[in-house]
């Protein structure tokens, strides 16, 4: 039914407008009693064997929703009933900005893709965290932080620490993006000195706190062969608990959409199905390469069963979805789930 009559209808305004409006409807569709429960019962899967634990965490099932969704913590109560595993907000930045300017996120129907370049559009962790401590859900919840982009690159470590430090009591795990391409110059900071330094930084601070909590990082597809072997190293020197694999690209050789409108949206990341064979090969290499030494969360081009059994062969643990869930809608969670168990995953 979304496929043949939401989506359409849905498809013919602004990407960023729907976004916002169909997190309103949710939002008051929940204050209505028994719309939480039906929506359970509607779209999610219990099953012991879709159980993982990973990271020290545990998931009733390993798929989950990629930071990006919902940056700013307003809507994963709401979410959680819609069969995740697990919730990552963000990315969440120490001060809140704007983002860049509109428009900013648009839709390729031709490659089932979107292209993004928000650059970090939130209120602040601050904000974020006064959601949190409304928390109902028991789904895991996983911080996804950066930097602001008035910090210049020098400074960054300050901006990750302090968000790190906010959001320490509130969230399961935490994710450091510094693969983003939408804000200026952030990229730099995953060649491996500044990586190491940053990285050492949140964990020393982590082993100061009574309870540990884990640190992934999350890296871009576009990375060379050298740096992926950087990432294994410093994942090694710095002992932080794993990789997701991987944010949006700024490749756009695979595009099936025309020159001209690729040429007219301009610059951004892009997510979907012409990420989905890079992902995989990036999550195969660091998995094969380290003899599999520290877990992989696969995102990109995850649409169906078959791309989470591909990414959880290739050597994730759990996987993420985003774009995925904009083009298959609600029921999208639910039908990966019964895929996996159908392949005894």
């Known amino acids: 039914m979304y496929k043949a009559i939401f989506r359409p209808i849905l498809f013919c305004f602004d990407p960023e407008k729907v976004h916002h409006f169909v997190f309103n409807t949710l939002k008051l569709l929940h204050l209505i009693p028994g719309i939480a429960l039906l929506t359970r019962l509607l779209y999610t899967v219990k099953h012991p064997k879709l159980k993982r634990t990973v990271f020290g965490l545990d998931f009733d099932n390993p798929v989950g929703l990629a930071a990006g969704f919902d940056k700013e913590a307003k809507l994963f109560n709401e979410l959680a009933n ?3 595993g697990f919730i990552e907000i963000g990315t969440l930045t120490p001060k809140g900005q704007l983002g860049n300017d509109k ?12 292209i993004n370049r928000m650059g970090f559009n939130n209120e602040g962790v601050e904000a974020a965290v006064k959601r949190l401590r409304k928390r109902k859900t028991k789904v895991v919840i996983g911080g996804n932080i950066g930097k602001n982009k008035d910090t210049p690159n020098q400074e960054a470590n300050n901006d990750y620490y302090k968000a790190f430090h906010a959001l320490y009591d509130f969230v399961d795990y935490f994710v450091v993006n510094v693969s ?9 900071l995953q060649d491996k000195k500044p990586l190491t330094a940053l990285l050492q930084i949140l964990k020393d601070e982590m082993l100061t706190k009574p309870q540990s909590k884990p640190i992934l990082l999350k890296i871009a ?9 950087d990432i294994i190293t410093i994942i090694d020197e710095v002992q932080i608990e794993g990789v997701i694999a991987t944010n949006t690209s700024i490749d756009r050789s695979k595009l099936s959409s025309s020159e001209k409108i690729i040429t007219t949206i301009g610059a951004g990341g892009l997510s979907g199905k012409p990420v989905k064979n890079r992902s995989t090969q990036v999550i195969a290499y660091l998995h094969q390469k380290s003899n599999g030494a520290f877990p992989i969360v696969g995102v990109g081009g995850i649409y169906t069963a078959k791309d989470a059994i591909e990414k959880l062969n290739a050597g994730a643990s759990l996987v993420q979805v985003y774009t995925g869930f904009v083009y298959e809608g609600p029921a ?5 789930c019964k895929g996996l168990l159908k392949a005894d995953l």
């Open 103 to 114: 428009p900013r996120l648009f839709r390729l129907p031709q490659d089932n893709a979107l």
């Open 82 to 84: 819609f069969g995740f």
């Open 221 to 229: 597809p576009d990375l060379t062969i050298e740096q992926l072997d």
């Open 180 to 188: 983003s391409p939408n804000t200026p110059n952030l990229r730099e």
């Open 332 to 336: 999208m969670v639910k039908k990966i």
